[in-house]
Structures are given as structure tokens and as C-alpha cells.
């Protein structure tokens, strides 16, 4: 029934690693978001897709790549993880693309980094 | 520079009463204007959504309203219940891209 998935939960890493978050949502939505919320708790976008196509990259570091294997689908993999990597980061999805449509917000992936 | 102000930062109020945030905004073209709720460890929930020419829009106990010269808007929630405790976050997104900007929220506290 979870309209939007993320996994995991929590992730807890050291410096340096490489990791990925999965994001899958069920609701047939074309557009797919990673978002960042820092330790203030601002959201800021980080990445969108429309049907497989990446369409926003807001100067995201080249650490950090998102992967859609399908429209169902947005990874995120992160090279090098950094002390300030450590945030919340949600997936989101929306039917078409951002300007009217709702979007739908994962539960979150906490992310820390040692 | 595109900014999303919001006030108070936090907020603590006792069940059964009414509360007005506010949101002030200088993102420019303005396509529209979201309020959402986030619940502790939990994503954001979108409640209105409000485009250029709308005033006002409820969603059951939460009213918000527009005001497009002075870029400001509030949201006021009626009879609150202890459920409402939560973060509300302002986000504006600009006409002709799709980058949304948030405020930092405000964090709503219930008390019984």
C-alpha cells in the first residue's frame, strides 16, 4: 500500500564509503525527486526525473548520482560520502512534472556519516 | 536571490485553539505557493496549493490565503488538535523553472 518507499530507514557510514538509497513509488507517477533537508530542516531539491530522463540537477556534487532503471524507480548513489552529507534525504514523485502537480514525499533516508 | 521566510520559527499552543503562521516570500515569477505538514521523521504532506490569482483555499481545518502584491502567506488552522503538532513548511516555486524553494517551516507544538 506505501505509495512512496525508501530504503533504509537510517544509514550510518564512514567517511570516505560509497553507498546508495533505493526510492520506488507505486502510484504511476511519471516525475521522480531526490531532496536533501539539512540539520536547519531546509528542503532543497536535488535531483528530478520525468519518465527516465533526468530533468533538474540543482549543482549537486558529482559525488552524487542518481540511477532510474525505470519510472517506478529512482536510486541514489553517493561516492566519498562527506561529514556534511550527513542529512535527511527524500524521495518524492509526482504525476507529471513539478509545476501543478502534488507531490508525494517518501519517508526518509537519515543519513549519517563518521 | 529566491528566499522563503517564515514565521514564527516555532510555536506553542493548547488544543482547541486557533494558530496563523505566516509566509513571506521574494521568488520571482511566482508560479505558486504550497503549505505542507511534516510530521516527525516523517516526508512532507502537501495541504493547499494556491496559484497568482487565488486569495484563499481550505483543506477541512486549514485556511490559506494569498496576498500576491505584498508576496505573503498564512496559513490558519482552526480548533487545533493534538495531531497537528508538526513542522509546516512554505514552498514557492518560480513561473518558467521547476526549482521549488522552501522555508526553513514552522514547528507546531499542541498541548493538551
Known amino acids: 500500500d506505501t505509495a512512496v518507499s525508501q530504503t533504509p530507514k537510517y544509514l550510518v557510514t564512514q567517511m570516505g564509503n560509497d553507498k546508495s538509497i533505493k526510492c520506488e513509488q507505486n502510484?504511476?507517477?511519471?516525475?521522480m525527486y531526490w531532496y536533501k533537508q539539512d540539520s536547519k530542516k531546509f528542503l532543497k531539491i536535488m535531483f528530478s526525473?520525468?519518465?527516465?530522463?533526468?530533468?533538474i540537477n540543482e549543482t549537486v556534487p558529482n559525488r552524487f548520482s542518481p540511477k532510474s532503471p525505470d519510472k517506478a524507480h529512482l536510486n541514489l548513489h553517493i561516492n566519498s560520502l562527506e561529514l556534511g552529507d550527513s542529512a535527511v534525504y527524500f524521495c518524492?514523485?509526482?504525476?507529471?512534472?513539478?509545476?501543478?502537480?502534488?507531490?508525494?514525499f517518501g519517508p526518509g533516508t537519515r543519513l549519517t556519516v563518521l | 536571490k529566491n528566499q522563503v521566510e517564515q514565521s514564527p520559527q516555532s510555536l506553542i499552543i493548547l488544543e482547541g485553539k486557533n494558530c496563523t503562521l505566516q509566509?513571506?516570500?521574494?521568488?520571482?515569477?511566482?508560479?505558486?505557493l504550497r503549505w505542507y505538514k511534516q510530521d516527525t521523521g516523517r516526508g512532507p504532506v502537501s495541504l493547499t496549493i494556491m496559484t497568482f490569482s487565488e486569495n484563499t483555499k481550505s483543506n477541512g481545518r486549514y485556511t490559506a490565503t494569498l496576498d500576491a502584491d505584498t508576496k505573503q502567506s498564512s496559513l490558519h488552522i482552526t480548533a487545533s488538535q493534538l495531531s497537528d503538532s508538526a513542522s509546516y513548511i512554505c514552498v514557492v516555486l518560480s513561473g518558467g523553472s521547476y526549482i521549488p524553494t522552501f522555508g526553513r517551516g514552522t514547528s507546531l507544538i499542541v498541548h493538551p
Open positions: 509566509c513571506n516570500y521574494t521568488v520571482s515569477p511566482f508560479s505558486n
Open positions: 502510484l504511476g507517477h511519471d516525475t
Open positions: 526525473y520525468n519518465n527516465k530522463e533526468l530533468i
Open positions: 518524492a514523485s509526482s504525476r507529471r512534472q513539478l509545476l501543478t502537480d502534488t507531490q508525494y
